[in-house]
């Protein structure tokens, strides 16, 4: 599975900004697709993830200020960050998760999102 991010930038806090990551193959046939963020100096972590059924889920941090998404039609998986904060500065990376009885990570290349105070 082949992942393409976009939509990282500059943004002010309190803006807005709308992550896209598209996948080169039927996203119906992928279990899940998600966000994750690194922070320098931090470990990578999940943001949030979109399973084939639809269930979402979030970190703590992002509940209610972020929104995952997915067009299947598209093969994309969009996240909407609201209210941005300088603590939501990192690079966002794509991540899709494949397979039968092992589930196998693919990841895009990383957008970077930064947010100033």
């Known amino acids: 599975v082949q992942l393409q991010a976009s939509g990282g930038g500059l943004v002010q806090a309190g803006g807005s900004l709308r992550l896209s990551c598209a996948a080169s193959?039927?996203?119906?046939?992928?279990?899940?697709m998600g966000w994750y963020r690194q922070a320098p100096g931090k470990q990578r972590e999940l943001v949030a993830s979109i399973t084939s059924g639809g269930t979402t889920n979030y970190a703590d941090s992002v509940k209610g200020q972020f929104t995952i998404s997915r067009d299947d039609a598209k093969n994309t998986v969009d996240l909407q960050m609201n209210s941005l904060k300088p603590g939501d500065t990192a690079v966002y990376y794509c991540?899709?998760?494949?397979?039968?009885?092992?589930?196998?990570?693919?990841w895009g290349q990383g957008t970077q999102v930064t947010v100033s105070s």
């Open positions: 193959q039927n996203i119906v046939s992928i279990n899940s």
């Open positions: 991540n899709a998760k494949k397979g039968v009885t092992i589930k196998y990570d693919f």
